[in-house]
Structures are given as structure tokens and as C-alpha cells.
């Protein structure tokens, strides 16, 4: 089982809609959480962190957390085509000073 | 402010020739990090070094070695490179301070070996 999984799409929604991301994890002790936004050709971008359970918001952004399930989750509200990107998710396993990556997911926002 | 900046952008290499990927941070932290990215893998750790004058193997360690040259700057090395070194390699710094820990990345270096 990877560390950290997520579908790696793609994952097309209309202009104007809620684009929801998913991400799983295995080791039940990760206390960090990470969103990076990764354009085609560029370095990853860090957009969000949540480190409680709960939901975190930040302008059209929110990530939600459940640690008894093990997964995190990323909204995006009103998707533009500008946020059309790949988004990794990564945790910071229980012990270590070091981001586990997943291999990403791929948003397509339609015009 | 650069943040992280990573030398060359881009570079081709025969098999057997040799290099030292640059990297180089101005936010004064202190650990640095060396990834590599391959479509369909993810971003897998090579390297990394927790703070100045230590070093400690990633995931995929093989081929590669590291230099902590000072608190600001990290190098990697490909002493004898192979095709299955084709990849595009990622600097990071971060500062953790307990639970809150962001990471920020360079521009990346895509290399070729032929």
C-alpha cells in the first residue's frame, strides 16, 4: 500500500463549479498536511496546509481533514481554466521531518 | 527574496559523464532537499539534510550523492550517469517549528541522459 494515494485523473469540471480532491493515507500518526498546485512544466506550489481535523479555508480554497479516516480532501470553489494543474497531495509521516508525496491529481476546468 | 534557486535549468549528458546540480536558498532555513519527479511517479526524495552538516538518504538514494556545502546551499551529485537518471530534480527548503512545516521548491533542472 503507497504511503499516500490519490486518483490521478484527469478530473474535468465546468467553469464556475466545485472541484473536489482526494487523498488518502497510511500511516494513522500523520499530524501534517499538505496541497501543493503543480503547473505543466512547473515547480509545485504550496496553496494550502491543515494540520486539525476539520475544514481550513483560504479564499476558494478549503481542505478538510479526518484523521479517523485517514483522508484529506481539497475544495475548490468557482474553479477557473486558470487552475487547471496537477494537485499533490503530502503528509508528514509520525516521526520524521520529511513530506511523503502522492503522485498527484489532474484538474481540467472547462471554459 | 529568490526563495530556492536551482542551476542549470536544463542539461544533457552522455552515459558515464558526471555533474553537480546546484541549489542554493535565501530564506535562512534549515533544512534543504533534493527530489526527483518522473510522470506517473510522483516526487520521490533522493536526499536530504535536516540542517548544515548532516545528510541523510531519501527513497531513492542510488547514484546520487550530496553535499551540504553551508546553511544556504545543497548539492547533488550524479558521478556516473545512466539513462534511468532522465528525470527532473527538485531543491526544497523548509523550517519546521512543530507541527507547522512548509516547504518550498526551486525551479527544477531537467535532465537528460543519452
Known amino acids: 500500500q503507497k504511503e499516500v494515494e490519490q486518483n490521478s485523473g484527469p478530473l474535468s469540471v465546468p467553469e464556475g463549479a466545485i472541484a473536489s480532491l482526494n487523498c488518502t493515507y497510511s500511516?494513522?500518526?500523520?499530524?501534517?498536511f499538505f496541497w501543493y498546485r503543480q503547473y505543466s512544466g512547473k515547480s509545485p506550489e504550496l496553496i494550502m496546509f491543515?494540520?486539525?481535523?476539520g475544514d481550513k479555508e483560504d479564499g476558494r480554497f478549503t481542505a478538510q481533514l479526518n484523521k479517523a479516516s485517514q483522508y484529506v480532501s481539497l475544495l475548490i470553489r468557482d474553479s477557473q481554466p486558470s487552475d487547471s494543474a496537477t494537485y499533490l497531495c503530502?503528509?508528514?509521516?509520525?516521526?520524521?521531518?520529511?513530506?511523503?508525496f502522492g503522485t498527484g491529481t489532474r484538474l481540467l476546468v472547462s471554459p | 527574496n529568490a526563495g530556492v534557486t536551482q542551476t542549470p535549468k536544463f542539461q544533457v549528458l552522455k552515459t558515464g559523464q558526471s555533474m553537480t546540480l546546484q541549489c542554493a536558498q535565501d530564506?535562512?532555513?534549515?533544512?534543504m532537499y533534493w527530489y526527483r519527479q518522473d510522470p506517473g511517479m510522483g516526487l520521490r526524495l533522493i536526499y536530504y539534510?535536516?540542517?548544515?552538516?548532516?545528510?541523510d538518504k531519501g527513497e531513492v538514494p542510488n547514484g546520487y550523492n550530496v553535499s551540504r556545502l553551508n546553511k544556504r546551499e545543497f548539492s547533488l551529485r550524479l558521478e556516473s550517469a545512466a539513462p534511468s537518471q532522465t528525470s527532473v530534480y527538485f531543491c526544497?527548503?523548509?523550517?519546521?517549528?512543530?507541527?507547522?512545516?512548509?516547504?518550498?521548491f526551486g525551479p527544477g533542472t531537467r535532465l537528460t541522459v543519452t
Open positions: 500511516d494513522r500518526g500523520s499530524q501534517s
Open positions: 539534510s535536516a540542517s548544515e552538516g548532516t545528510t
Open positions: 526544497a527548503s523548509s523550517e519546521r517549528q512543530g507541527v507547522a512545516y512548509e516547504q518550498y
Open positions: 503530502a503528509v508528514i509521516p509520525s516521526g520524521f521531518q520529511k513530506l511523503v
Open positions: 491543515i494540520y486539525s481535523n
Open positions: 530564506m535562512n532555513h534549515n533544512s
